[in-house]
């Protein structure tokens, strides 16, 4: 008997949702990448903003070999190109691209040098990395080579002495203190930093990878965390000049100093800066969080063990970006409660607006009130002239009447037959009136 044909994979299961494939290669998104020591890294993070995809793509496409890189290639945010003697990786994030080069170490540029130049031994083509599209957030040179571990006070005087004798930070790295990290977070006039990566000759090329890649992080996440911090700077006399506005327009609702129009205009122009402040900063500092956070995260990777002598990355970031990330924490909730305030002031001013309309909707309904009983009274008068002027000219007819039967020869005395109608014309005419009224308001 011949086996059941196997059920193509494609129907073993239910259709895929639309993001399967793309949420499922997130993981695989950037990976890390492998390298050699010695070695030199370049790189460079810069703003992305108003920046095309296409705009990256055509600078790409300068490098030798990549006339035919299509926008197409850039749509998963990271590409790594291999070039003769070097690489490149592009990644493209929400709000900075970055750009790395890996490329040998040159030669002169080891422990054994003061301050090396190495911009002359860059191998991008001339002008290509001024050109790259964007605004510079983070430049940094990166460079890991092999050395001896065993006497860490020897090892940071020589990087030091490297770094160009400036005063530095330095830490192992590893549960086991596999490589050491020094670094001075200066800017040199070529507009790079430099950190510089010790390791033991038995280093692999993936671990090497991710020392880089946290290394890179940490200081591109500390300068995206500190772009929250001017504008803080810039809100800090927006946010006192409003409070002391608020605090004004409370005095005033307190004192009934002011009308409640004039109140309710000035505090509508408050809530409009208020809010105008808070839809451009929210952004801002829900970014600054969690760039904080990935710093905190990045620094933990690297599990730092101190040097005798120096601090380490994360002691000197955190003692410098903590007092920034408070502030900044501080004026959001600054923001939030005085947009909370606000409110609170409008409502109070509603609850004036509403108690000084009921007053004066009651001094109307009153005023209504009187003009019905005045109507009222005025109805009666009018009905009780009415009822006299019906009964004249019902009284004048009979008159005629009896006028005329006295011209016929009847017995009547004309006048006394009038006068003698009288009250009986007047109690028909009020009755007749009287259930008039008692038709017209009969429920329908």
């Known amino acids: ?159 030091r002495h490297w770094l160009g004798e400036h005063p530095v930070v330095a830490s192992r790295m590893g549960n086991q203190g596999h490589s050491v990290v020094v670094t001075d977070f200066r800017l040199r006039d070529s507009g790079f930093e430099r950190m510089l990566v010790i390791a033991p000759p038995d280093t692999t090329e993936t671990r090497a990878g991710r020392i880089s890649q946290r290394l890179l992080e940490v200081e591109t996440y500390r300068l995206m965390a500190l772009k929250g911090f001017p504008v803080v700077k810039q809100l800090g006399p927006v946010l006192a000049e409003a409070e002391a506005q608020l605090a004004h327009i409370t005095a005033q609702l307190e004192n009934k100093t002011a009308s409640e129009q004039e109140l309710l205009d000035t505090l509508v122009s408050l809530a409009a800066r208020v809010e105008r402040a808070t839809a451009e900063s929210t952004y801002r500092f829900s970014a600054t969080r969690a760039y904080y956070t990935l710093v905190g995260q990045r620094l933990a990777e690297l599990r730092e063990q101190a040097i005798p002598g120096t601090q380490t990355m994360g002691e000197f970031l955190q003692r410098r970006l903590s007092p920034a990330m408070a502030t900044v924490a501080a004026t959001a909730q600054r923001l939030t409660s005085l947009s909370e305030r606000v409110s609170r002031a409008s409502a109070l001013l509603r609850t004036r607006v509403d108690i000084a309309t009921e007053g004066q909707n009651q001094q109307l309904l009153e005023k209504l009130t009187r003009g019905q009983e005045l109507q009222l009274r005025l109805q009666s008068t009018v009905e009780g002239l009415s009822i006299a002027a019906i009964s004249y000219y019902v009284v004048s007819l009979l008159l005629y009447l009896a006028k005329a039967g006295k011209a016929a020869g009847l017995p009547i005395h004309p006048e006394m037959a009038a006068g003698v109608s009288i009250p009986l014309v007047l109690w028909a005419v009020w009755r007749t009136t009287r259930r008039i009224h008692a038709k017209l308001q009969m429920p329908h």
């Open 1 to 159: 008997m011949n086996a059941a044909p196997s059920t193509p994979p494609a129907q073993q299961l239910p259709a895929d949702d639309d993001h399967r494939v793309v949420l499922h290669n997130e993981v695989h998104a950037r990976p890390s990448a492998y390298i050699r020591l010695p070695v030199l890294v370049v790189y460079v993070a810069v703003l992305n903003d108003g920046v095309t995809r296409e705009q990256e793509c055509a600078h790409l496409r300068q490098l030798p070999g990549q006339t035919g890189l299509s926008a197409e290639q850039l749509q998963d945010h990271f590409l790594r190109l291999h070039l003769p003697g070097y690489t490149l990786k592009w990644e493209r994030h929400t709000e900075f691209s970055r750009y790395s080069v890996v490329q040998p170490l040159p030669e002169g540029v080891d422990l054994g040098a003061s301050d090396p130049d190495l911009m002359t031994h860059i191998v991008l083509p001339p002008g290509w990395l001024a050109g790259i599209p964007g605004k510079t957030l983070a430049a940094i040179k990166l460079v890991m080579l092999h050395g001896d571990l065993s006497q860490p006070e020897q090892l940071l005087s020589q990087a």
